[in-house]
């Protein structure tokens, strides 16, 4: 069986679908048996998601203005 | 419970119509759907750029690759997402002025080893269970507002390589090979990279989760 280390190292390739299938039956049967490394996987999936919602800056005024014209400009001709 | 409150973006893409109508509302001149689109995407477009460019230079980056997009507009094919195709624009865009500036993406060694991870016992097994994360607490808003904080911080003290293609993947969305293209790493160092981010963030939340503190 894969140590619990290993697994999580190769936490990413497993959720990115990077395993061949062998190597992804015998990821996919340790997390079956394994609390701690199946809790790690699904904490890794909401991660990624908050990451994906971790930019939170608005746009600058003169910056929207500026590419409001630049749209309006384009657009027309 | 695997709850975990997030911000909601209130100028978030959700808010933006079906793809195929929000191309053919800007091929339209349609000015509020773009004024919308332009905020939506701006805070993934900023984070590439600024991850990539650095906070100097982050928003100019971003404006070039807008006025690029919208010149490139009418010829735009719908291959890929608006969206996927304005952050590439932007990726390189901020790789570009990288190279006018003649500085590199950062590319500090990454055979940093993984072998004394204090999680671990010496035969690869938890040292102590992974506890499952609970949000359910009564002041469950205003952690949630410091683990927030927390975990802005902990993004920003990223590596520099690590931070390159976390947010290029995380944020922006792009395929691997893309980003390999873009940040010229071979596609294992890039894997490795992504997963430390990762699981750095994910230590960080467990963290939080374990003591209450950033
Ligand atoms: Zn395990």
Redesign the interface.
């Known amino acids: 069986m894969l140590s619990c280390k290993k697994l999580i190292e190769n936490g990413s390739e497993y959720l990115e679908g990077d395993l061949s299938r062998w190597e992804r039956f015998k990821y996919k049967f340790h997390l079956f048996m394994c609390k701690s490394c199946s809790r790690y996987i699904l904490q890794l999936k909401q991660v990624i998601s908050m990451i994906s919602l971790s930019p939170k800056k608005k746009i600058p005024q003169d910056m929207e203005d500026m590419l409001t014209k630049e749209f309006e400009e384009s657009m027309k001709k | 419970m695997?709850t975990?409150i997030?911000?909601n973006?209130s100028?978030s893409d959700k808010n933006l119509p079906e793809e195929s109508e929000l191309i053919q509302g800007l091929l339209n001149?349609n000015?509020a759907l773009?004024?919308k689109v332009?905020?939506a995407y701006?805070?993934?477009m900023?984070?590439v750029a600024y991850a990539i460019a650095g906070p100097a230079i982050a928003?100019e980056v971003?404006?070039e690759a807008?006025?690029s997009g919208?010149?490139a507009?009418p010829k735009f094919e719908g291959r890929s997402k608006l969206k996927s195709w304005l952050i590439r624009i932007v990726a390189n865009e901020a790789k570009t002025r990288l190279r006018k500036e003649s500085r590199s993406v950062s590319l500090e060694a990454v055979n940093e080893s993984?072998a004394t991870?204090p999680?671990?016992d010496n035969?690869?097994?938890?040292n102590e269970?992974?506890?499952?994360?609970d949000n359910a607490s009564p002041d469950e808003l205003l952690s949630a507002n410091e683990l927030q904080e927390c975990?802005?911080k902990h993004?920003e003290l990223l590596p520099d390589n690590q931070k390159q293609v976390?947010n290029l993947r995380?944020?922006g969305?792009m395929d691997?090979e893309e980003i390999c293209n873009i940040l010229e790493v071979s596609s294992s160092n890039a894997?490795v990279l992504?997963?430390r981010a990762?699981?750095r963030?994910?230590q960080m939340?467990?963290h939080f989760q374990r003591t209450g503190q950033c």
């Open positions: 695997m975990i997030v911000e973006n100028m001149n000015q773009f004024s332009v905020k701006y805070p993934s900023y984070s928003d971003v404006q807008w006025v919208i010149r507009l993984w991870d999680r671990f035969r690869g097994h938890w269970t992974n506890s499952e994360w975990f802005d993004l976390l995380d944020v969305g691997m894997r992504l997963h990762r699981d963030m994910q939340v467990a």
